[in-house]
């Protein structure tokens, strides 16, 4: 099959070197000159959970007209420019183009939608874990369940077809929901109490709750979005977000959140798709999500700090 990875970062990376290793043709696009340059150079080191090694085939450019039109294009870009990426990279896209959204936050499928016509979207969620160590060089840090499901939640011969494709690449666990919102709004939920707190505490996942102050900052973030999604109808998969979210602090519990690395190397967060995305549904709703809120803005302070200095 040939597929198109929308932004080759450490996930990026991570499914588009199995993917090729399964014998896809796979093509890279990112904007990183340096990782475009190596890859094609050398191909992509992958190292951690699944072994050492280089992944050749690969190809990799900046401009998808070099690409053309693929059979399935996987985005991975950060979800605050999730539009600016599928514009830049329409000429992958084809009247019979599958597109897949595994980034974390709410509104991806949206701000696909300005480009890609609903039909062609699907969606998901992954666990996996991944590093990019520098320019062609990532690090698998764990395998995670990909759930990917059609947004209207029927089992198509799409879906399924996707879902054995992933299997086949050894990226399994993979699973196909009939509630695949359910599952995203499940994954929000987990990033709203533990992203902005290690943005801005610089504490690891699971060190969230071994402080009693943080601890409750989380578990009320969560109460919050909890009943923000039940405003807006989403059935969640998970019965009780809470003790969730905590769970999951708890397994990763020396995992450095996305938002913490990016607060590390002072780059922009996800907190307006996470945490903001919250504070803008509740209001829809109008619901009070004054932890949201106050979290919301205190990683947007960190960032025009940082981005000021």
């Not at 183009?97 to 991806?108: A, E, K, R």
């Amino acid at each position: 099959m040939k597929i198109a990875i929308i932004g080759a970062g450490a996930m990026g990376s991570i499914y588009g070197g199995f993917l090729a290793e399964a014998g896809n043709e796979v093509y890279f696009l990112d904007v990183f000159k340096e990782h475009v340059d190596n890859i094609n150079q050398n191909g992509l080191w992958m190292e951690g959970t699944s072994g050492e090694r280089y992944i050749k085939g690969i190809k990799a450019t900046s401009d998808s007209l070099e690409v053309g039109v693929v059979d399935l294009a996987i985005v991975f870009v950060k979800s605050t420019i999730t539009d600016v990426a599928i514009a830049q990279n329409r000429a992958v896209i084809g009247e019979n183009t599958t597109v897949l959204t595994l980034q974390n936050g709410l509104g991806n499928v949206e701000k696909l939608e300005t480009v890609v016509r609903k039909e062609q979207i699907i969606t998901g969620t992954t666990s996996h874990g991944a590093n990019l160590l520098g320019p062609g060089r990532v690090k698998h840090a764990g395998h995670g369940a990909t759930v990917i499901g059609e947004l209207n939640g029927n089992v198509s011969e799409r879906i399924n077809k996707v879902a054995q494709l992933l299997k086949d690449a050894k990226l399994e666990p993979v699973t196909v929901s009939t509630n695949v919102m359910g599952i995203i709004w499940d994954k929000v939920l987990v990033n709203v109490g533990i992203n902005p707190l290690t943005a801005l505490t610089g504490l690891r996942n699971g060190q969230l709750l071994d402080y009693s102050e943080t601890e409750w900052i989380m578990q009320e973030a969560v109460k919050e979005a909890e009943m923000v999604a039940e405003a807006s109808g989403v059935r969640l998969a998970t019965p009780n977000p809470v003790e969730h979210c905590k769970e999951t602090a708890k397994v990763t519990k020396e995992n450095i959140s996305s938002m913490l690395a990016d607060v590390n190397n002072k780059r922009k967060t996800e907190i307006n798709n996470i945490n903001g995305a919250i504070v803008r549904e509740a209001e829809k709703h109008n619901i009070d999500a004054p932890v949201n809120n106050v979290l919301t803005k205190m990683v947007i302070l960190k960032e025009k700090m940082y981005q000021t200095n």
